[in-house]
């Protein structure tokens, strides 16, 4: 398998380019800028659409008629960026359409800074925008996940016609790992039964997400509820490491999982049985799969870079109140040693 | 008594308005005499004339035209409020074949989505911009819109609209004239029937030059708004002709539809090949990184000015390390200081998969200049290498680290090229370094690092030699 080292975001715009994405729209936002710079490069060698937007509210609303167009389209940004797609967003949702949106997030609220940080966590997971609606998150933790989950996202957004977000951070962006680049290069097929694509076939099409009838519009609310729930049954993936006897787990996501998973490795040496849980899907969450760790007595510690976000899936999914949390802010990454820290307080 | 009113067949509209559906599916939800019926009537004869229905995507904005697909036979997307444009666009630049009709109201289109209109204006989309201006917020009850003229009475100016509060009107036509793109300009005016004729001949202009895919069109229409305005059919018409003229001007601000060529956009190209082509994947061979737990992972930061190449001295190193069957992660700290200041990087290489890719406490500190020697001395483990530039003036180490002055800028200047001291220094790492990778992959990296540049290498593998001679 060809590879190569390349940085975070490059690995978005290689995966996006062999899953068939053909159009990205984009705003500068550092420590996203990469995928737009990638995207400005390749795309038009190959007659992709490639247009740099005048805010992220026009990019994720081009992106909104590319994707109503049947066409795989890329939107990706950072914390303000990702606040101002957010309206957008809701409207993909609502209209059900596929979309992929990467989130190289930073520290936060406001302005913050450019360093990494996990809080943005509730505005992916959650929703985000206005109305009842979730979208697919997946959070990769190495250059090449940042590859592969972005293929990932493309078929699960065209599988079930909705917004899958990345949810990364700018550590993850801007570093350099190795890539084995994709065996396979998807040739999209447009679904003329929903897409609006200026032509005969698609005429009698329409995309929208306004209904005035409020039975009608409850009736879609339940559908795009059963949609999740059938994201919940079929889609929700996680990574163990040493589990089987561990007395603490981690729970960690993203960049972070990879030092929770050098803290375990460390307190193991020193005699705590301690394990990670890394949900690889933040929606659908692995709540099932927390929740049987729980009947079985572990232990648990949030290890995110916020202040408990996650966390308090974990508490609904585990039913346990008594959850750890090791985190920081600021741009400052999580150290390993405040995570065996607050291991040994609590083995 | 409204489904008789309401009536405005045509061949481009539905015969039966099933989306609206209730019990006047063939009447539109438009109030009597309000324009942006006659608008939907004019825009399906004109596409229905021109035989563009097939082609034709029409954006459905948010304000009292939100149900514009109820009743034009044709594709539709409904929009977010303001973002018509940038919706059309995404849509034109997917379907290079689609003709794209971006049909707002005054709030639409001149307020919230203000910029929008302008860039897309400005980029010369492939787009025929539609704008109703009835001065108000007909939608949401007769507000303010940047349109309403002054002095004039809404739900938000109870007294009329006073410039020192709110301003003049916006004029989008002249605006947008500044604007070297956009192929065709025209205001025009529905408020009685020799006005609707000129406003048909120049909805089918902007259609035309759709159809023919030379750029982007703008009309303006002065449009009744009884029902808000609270004016009958007489009155309403007097408003327009004077009133509104007086403020907008009817005129044709230009139509460069004969001077202008077709846009035409490339084929999306999906081919693997192609792909393998432009990432340089062709030829590239694999490399086999294989778990080493008795390798002792090593940590790596390389500080300095913007410009003495410390990232590319780390990315040398990141590539020596992977193609010598390691783990390894590069990662930048561009810190608060991004432009012109100081930069520092990460590498760590290991025998197992990495975790933190940061560097807090390094193995080997290679330091630039001064304050980065300074800066980050202290954080060496025990045991570990600090490599300095010899202009950094003389330094004493911490307890327990070994400093080693390097005269890589004074290597490089004496070969005539100042950006290669770090290739001097990168000599003086693979000789004290310790990381534990073959002397060849220093040099091998270079393969990589001046892969645009290869005439390069040659020099920069004496450079590389002398560094490390100069520590020996
Ligand atoms: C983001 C957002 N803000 C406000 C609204 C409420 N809103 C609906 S229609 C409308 C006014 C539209 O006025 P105009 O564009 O002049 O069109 P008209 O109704 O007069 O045809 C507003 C403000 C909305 N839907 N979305």
Redesign the interface.
């Known amino acids: ?5 390349v940085e975070g975001n490059t690995a978005v715009i ?1 995966g996006a ?2 899953a ?1 994405c ?2 990205f ?1 984009g705003y500068p936002i ?1 420590p996203a800028s990469e995928i737009l710079h990638e995207a400005s490069r ?1 795309f038009p ?5 490639f ?1 740099q ?3 992220e ?3 994720i ?9 049947g ?1 795989r ?1 890329l939107a990706a940004s950072s914390g303000p960026g990702m606040s101002l797609k957010q ?2 967003i809701s ?1 993909i949702a609502g ?1 059900e359409l596929p979309c992929v949106i990467v989130d190289i997030a930073r520290a936060g609220p406001g302005l913050g ?2 360093g990494p940080e996990q809080s943005d966590y509730n505005q992916a997971v959650k929703g985000g925008g206005h109305g009842c609606y979730r979208n697919i998150v997946l959070a990769p933790n190495s250059v090449q996940e940042m590859c592969d989950f972005t293929i990932k996202a493309f078929d699960l957004a065209f599988k079930y016609r909705n917004p899958a977000v990345i949810l990364a951070d700018g ?1 993850l962006g ?5 890539l084995n ?1 994709p065996q ?5 097929v447009i679904d003329p039964t929903w897409a ?5 076939e ?9 209904d005035l009838d409020f039975k009608e519009l409850e009736a879609h609310n339940l559908n795009l509820q059963a949609k999740y729930d059938r994201i919940r049954e079929n889609e929700v993936d996680y990574e163990e490491y040493r589990i089987d006897d561990a007395e603490i787990v981690l729970v960690s996501y993203g ?1 972070s999982s ?2 929770a ?2 803290a375990v490795d460390a307190a193991r040496r020193e005699g705590i049985r301690a394990g990670l849980f890394r949900p690889v899907t933040l929606f659908p969450f692995p709540a099932e799969e927390l929740k049987a760790l729980a009947e079985r007595g572990s232990g648990f510690i949030s290890v995110e870079m916020s202040d408990g976000q996650m966390r308090e899936d974990i508490r609904l999914a585990t039913g346990c109140r008594d959850v750890g949390l090791v985190s920081r802010y600021g741009g400052n ?1 999580i ?2 040693d405040e995570i065996m820290e607050k291991m040994r307080e609590v083995a | 008594m409204a489904s008789k009113e309401n009536v405005i067949g045509s061949a481009g509209m539905y015969g039966v308005f099933e ?1 609206k559906g209730g019990s006047a599916p063939t009447a539109t939800h438009y109030c009597p005499g309000c324009g942006h019926g006659i608008l939907h009537k004019i825009i399906a004869d004109t596409m229905a004339d021109l035989d563009i ?5 029409v954006m ?1 904005p948010v304000g009292c035209s ?1 149900f514009t ?1 109820y009743y034009i ?8 409020h303001g ?1 018509a444009p ?10 290079d ?4 009709i971006s049909y707002q109201g005054d709030g639409d289109l001149a307020s919230i989505g203000l ?2 209109t302008v ?1 897309a204006a400005n ?1 010369g989309e492939k787009m025929a911009v539609f704008f109703i201006n009835n001065t108000v917020y007909g939608m949401t009850g007769g507000q303010m819109a940047p349109t309403t003229l002054v002095g004039e009475v809404t739900a938000t100016t109870p007294t009329g609209r006073d410039p020192r509060d709110s301003g003049y009107p916006i004029h989008i036509c002249e605006l947008l004239d500044t604007l070297r793109a956009p192929v065709y300009i025209e205001r025009v005016s529905l408020s009685n029937i020799n006005q609707i004729k000129k406003a048909r001949r120049a909805v089918r202009r902007a259609l035309e030059i759709q159809r023919d895919k030379k750029g982007y069109a703008f009309v303006e229409f002065l449009s009744p708004c009884p029902t808000i305005l609270r004016m009958d059919a007489r009155r309403i018409e007097l408003f327009i002709n004077e009133e509104m003229e007086r403020e907008f001007p009817l005129k044709r601000f230009r139509d460069r539809s004969s001077e202008v060529v077709p846009i035409e ?8 090949g ?3 082509g ?4 062709i030829g ?4 086999e ?1 294989i778990p080493d737990p008795a390798f002792v992972a090593k940590g790596v930061k390389i500080a300095g000015f913007g410009g003495q190449g410390v990232l590319s001295m780390g ?1 040398a190193l ?2 020596a390390a ?1 193609r010598s069957g390691r783990f ?5 700290d ?1 810190g ?1 200081e ?1 432009r012109g200041g100081t930069s520092n990087c990460s590498v760590v290489i290991s025998g197992e ?6 560097v ?1 406490h390094p193995d080997v500190l290679v330091a630039f200049n001064r304050p980065s020697l300074e800066k980050f001395a202290s954080d060496v483990r025990k045991g570990g290498l600090i490599l300095y530039d010899g202009l950094a003036g003389s330094f004493n180490p911490p307890e327990g680290v070994a400093a080693v002055p390097v005269p890589a800028t004074e290597i490089a200047l004496s070969r005539g090229v100042e950006q290669a001291a770090n290739t001097a220094m990168f000599g003086a790492l693979m000789e004290l370094g310790n990381l534990g990778l073959p002397r060849e992959a220093f040099g091998g990296a270079f393969k ?1 690092t001046f892969a645009k540049k290869p005439k390069l290498i040659p020099l920069n593998l004496e450079i590389l030699e002398e560094g490390a001679r100069s520590v020996r």
């Not at chain 2, 074949?97 to 794209?100: C, F, K, S, V, Y």
């Not at chain 2, 956009?265 to 693997?272: A, T, V």
């Open positions: 398998m060809p590879a190569q080292l290689v380019m062999y068939g053909d159009c729209f550092t390749h060698k190959v007659g992709r659409k247009v937007a005048e805010s509210e026009a990019a609303n081009m992106a909104y008629g590319a994707a109503a167009a066409h389209v309206e957008g409207y209209a800074n450019i550590v801007h570093m350099v790992e190795p680049f396979t290069a998807v040739e999209p609006v694509c200026g032509n005969r698609t005429r009698g099409n329409l995309v929208t997400s306004i960049i990879r030092i998973k050098s990454l150290g390993r | 989306r229905q097939d082609r034709s995507v459905s939100v697909y036979d044709c594709g539709h997307v409904q929009t977010a973002r940038a919706v059309a666009t995404g849509i034109s630049r997917a379907e074949d689609a003709i794209l910029n929008e860039q980029r956009r490339r084929e999306s190209d999906f081919s693997k192609s792909l393998d432009i990432f340089g994947l590239e061979e694999e490399v990184v990315l990141a590539q992977y390894v992660s590069w990662y930048p561009y608060p991004q998969s990495i975790g933190s890719p940061v807090d990589r």
